[in-house]
């Protein structure tokens, strides 16, 4: 059964670094999201993303973060300048059609910044 | 209060017992969803249920939505301990962001 797939699982950064977080879609989906979520809180959206534009965003997101389909098959989200409160859990996102459909999520990139 | 709150927080049953788990919103909804979260791990997607609709099954479980009330609940009937997670529901209100809810730990003895 297809998947969204999420690299790295773990990644570990001094505040200040820039990190850029993996996500492979499922490949017939059109419509992208990061989500994230703080240890012990709820999952949070951060931005929605069709058709190589933002669709909507959320005000956790930002001008540190970034996102960007730089092929058919990536969907990346970059932090700038990493702050401590950046970590948490990132979870990727697709779904075939907005409104109407499951999102279905990526196992997560745990982001720790030390 | 904010949209999508579950009840209980946390919740510890017998195998073979029922779980029922419930979470009010606020706003209108297109649909609401179920997800289940193992300890540190991903968002496995449940259920989907529609605003037209009332209740919806699949496997062990049963989800029903009162718009009227902006209430749902979510039933996992003879639970097993591999049951044991955090269940959380979703909603979309008039955009396709999913709005969380706080979660029910459900814990499931052998």
């Known amino acids: 059964e297809p998947e969204v797939t999420q690299t790295p699982s773990h990644q570990v950064t001094q505040m200040g670094q820039e990190v850029i977080l993996r996500c492979v879609p499922i490949?017939?989906?059109?419509?992208f999201y990061w989500y994230r979520q703080i240890l012990g809180q709820k999952v949070e959206f951060l931005v929605s993303f069709y058709n190589n534009e933002i669709s909507e965003k959320s005000e956790i997101f930002d001008d540190q973060f970034s996102v960007e389909r730089p092929d058919g098959s990536n969907f990346t989200l970059k932090i700038r300048s990493t702050k401590l409160e950046d970590s948490a859990m990132y979870f990727c996102a697709s779904t075939e059609l907005a409104f109407y459909n499951e999102q279905f999520f990526g196992p997560g990139t745990r982001l720790t910044v030390l | 209060s904010q949209q999508g709150e579950e009840d209980p927080q946390a919740l510890s049953i017998q195998e073979g017992e029922n779980a029922t788990m419930n979470c009010s919103y606020k706003t209108s909804i297109n649909n609401l969803q179920w997800y289940r979260q193992n300890s540190g791990r991903g968002l496995v997607h449940l259920i989907l249920?529609?605003?037209?609709?009332r209740e919806k099954h699949s496997g062990r479980l049963r989800v029903t939505l009162d718009t009227s009330k902006k209430s749902s609940s979510l039933l996992i009937t003879a639970s097993r301990a591999a049951d044991t997670a955090s269940y959380f529901c979703a909603t979309d209100a008039n955009t396709d962001k999913l709005i969380f809810g706080t979660g029910t730990r459900l814990q499931v003895f052998p």
């Open positions: 490949s017939n989906h059109l419509y």
């Open positions: 249920i529609r605003s037209n609709e």
